[in-house]
């Protein structure tokens, strides 16, 4: 089987794709397409799911085709954007709406409803997440009372998120979800094995509809043989941001990795034992094995890469990323320039979705250079923020990795390292979401025999270790302080 290839299907917000692993970790051949992203109203985002279903299928053929044929393919594995939520008909295989996407906030109501009626803090404490339209479940419910079909279809509806409804077209009607999918659906315990009954009734979601609680690997089915002209086992599924902290390699708890792209999601292992969060962080799942879970906290900043992107495209500072790492290097320090860029509101562990922007400290010997440098520092900021939490939470980091395109920027890595007091580990290859399923589908098939095995499909890295002096440290830290005490005191 060594000489055979696995396939992972990556579905994004933006774009789905398919890529071709060697089972040394070697990316062969790659495929993508870009999704519609369709917006009825503002804060609604929408997908097309059978859209979904047609380009990564076509995408999926081209890898195979390019292999030498399904007979050359070990294992599927599959990742995707987490609490998007498509509603189906079992019957026919169509769906009866458009794909509710997990940025969209139409559930705010009801999500509000919730909680001045008292059931966060025993949803948080059950399920790990707060009552936000992000999760899955609220999207659900709102298909309920607003689509008809969902109703009269009774139990020929199916829910879904997509890794599930992936699966069932593929397979031809295999309906399942990942325990780390599911666990964002404030429907699912962190500590029960399936569904609960009173968080269905709660929300209002027909437990008749959803799927059956699956490993995170393993064999699950195959495809039907019509779509690929043999049938494949599908033996991986992982939500995107528990598939790079995997690929990363973040296995033991202390572990901790952060994707740097629009925003930065900061996962740290947890290990056996259901976490919990004082500090308002986020409780998953991060796999599952033989009905055993390993757990992590996670936080998310609203606002990383999208920082700069504003700099370009919004005050046209700079006219590429690449340039805010050479203005950054080309002064000695911020000139005490601070830029906290709540431009979406702020994350964890602050949650102030009303909060704005500021850039504070300028004088007439400002320059662009400085503000550039201040947004970037203010990456290592937050995430200090989001450390501090963690550990508050007994999660402490001793190490940290980095992937997205962000953290291609070596000063940015290197002032991580710095401001966290923390080795900061990147691979060569940056975009690690992938290599996490292609690594579960390899241990599912048996390429490997458990995770920490599987490791072997790591690319190598570069480490960047901390070389600020405490003095300085503290003075970053105490000017950044300064700054978000003006925005979470508006």
């Not at 992936?166 to 397979?171: G, H, N, P, Q, R």
């Not at 270790?465 to 003075?475: F, N, S």
Request: charged share 20%; hydrophobic share 45%.
């Amino acid at each position: 089987m060594t000489d055979r290839f696995i396939v992972v299907i990556d579905e994004g917000t933006t774009s789905t794709r398919a890529m071709l692993y060697a089972p040394d970790g070697t990316v062969v051949a790659t495929k993508g397409q870009e999704l519609d992203q369709i917006y009825p109203q503002p804060g609604w985002v929408e997908h097309d799911a059978t859209q979904i279903w047609e380009r990564t299928l076509a995408c999926t053929r081209a890898v195979i085709e390019h292999a030498g044929g399904a007979d050359r393919i070990a294992a599927i594995g599959i990742t995707n954007q987490r609490e998007t939520v498509v509603a189906w008909d079992r019957a026919t295989g169509q769906p009866i709406c458009n794909a509710i996407v997990w940025q969209d906030r139409r559930t705010a109501p009801l999500c509000q409803a919730l909680k001045d009626a008292g059931h966060e803090t025993e949803v948080q404490r059950r399920t790990g997440l707060l009552l936000d339209p992000y999760f899955s479940g609220t999207k659900m419910r709102w298909i309920m009372d607003n689509v008809p079909a969902a109703r009269e279809l009774g139990d020929r509806l199916a829910f879904g998120t997509i890794e599930s409804w992936l699966v069932w077209k593929l397979t031809g009607g295999l309906h399942v979800s990942d325990a780390s999918n599911a666990s964002r659906t404030m429907l699912l315990p962190l500590a029960a094995r399936g569904w609960d009954e009173g968080l269905a009734s709660l929300i209002g979601v027909p437990m008749a509809a959803l799927a059956e609680v699956i490993d995170t690997h393993g064999r699950f089915g195959e495809t039907a043989s019509e779509l690929f002209g043999s049938p494949i086992p599908i033996c991986g599924l992982v939500g995107d941001q528990q598939s790079a902290t995997i690929g990363q390699g973040c296995l033991a708890p202390g572990q901790t990795k952060a994707t740097f792209g629009t925003g930065a999601f900061i996962l740290a292992s947890t290990g056996g034992d259901v976490p919990s969060s004082a500090n308002r962080l986020l409780a998953t799942v991060l796999w599952q094995s033989g009905g055993e879970r390993h757990y992590a906290l996670e936080g998310s900043v609203f606002v990383a890469g999208s920082a700069i992107k504003w700099l370009r495209d919004g005050l046209g500072l700079i006219t590429s990323a690449g340039e805010s790492e050479q203005l950054a290097r080309s002064v000695p320090d911020n000139g005490g320039v601070v830029f906290v860029p709540a431009l979406a509101g702020l994350g964890a562990p602050h949650w102030k979705a009303d909060a704005t922007g500021i850039i504070t400290g300028l004088t007439l010997g400002s320059t662009r250079a400085h503000i550039a440098r201040a947004a970037l520092e203010a990456m290592a900021c937050q995430c200090h923020d989001l450390a501090e939490a963690f550990r508050a939470d007994g999660a402490g980091w001793n190490s940290i990795c980095i992937d997205g395109g962000m953290s291609a920027n070596d000063w940015m890595a290197q002032d991580l390292a710095d401001i966290l007091d923390v080795a900061v580990e990147r691979p060569a290859d940056v975009e690690t979401t992938a290599l996490g399923a292609a690594m579960l589908a390899g241990v599912g098939v048996g390429l490997y025999a458990d995770l920490a095995a599987a490791q072997a499909m790591r690319p190598a890295t570069t480490r960047f270790t901390p070389a600020m002096a405490a003095e300085r440290r503290a003075e970053r830290l105490a000017g950044w302080r300064a700054a978000l005490g003006t925005v979470l005191s508006r």
